[in-house]
């Protein structure tokens, strides 16, 4: 009765791409609207660290 049946490792693969998806969705707007679209350029990141 107390028997649990395991998910497989397509499953959980499944599952962790969801959630890296949602996660994202939801940190990828905060990060615009902290940083500007700046966050979002490699050029520009590299104008902030000094290295381009």
């Given amino acids: 009765m107390n028997e649990k049946e395991y ?6 693969t499944g599952a962790a791409i969801i959630d890296t998806i949602l996660i994202l ?3 990828g707007p905060i990060l615009t609207a ?3 679209m700046v966050y ?7 104008q902030l ?3 381009g």
């Fill in 34 to 36: 902290i940083y500007g």
């Fill in 25 to 27: 969705l939801i940190i």
């Fill in 49 to 51: 660290n000094g290295i």
């Fill in 40 to 46: 979002r350029t490699a050029d520009q990141i590299d």
């Fill in 7 to 12: 998910a497989g490792f397509w499953i959980r």
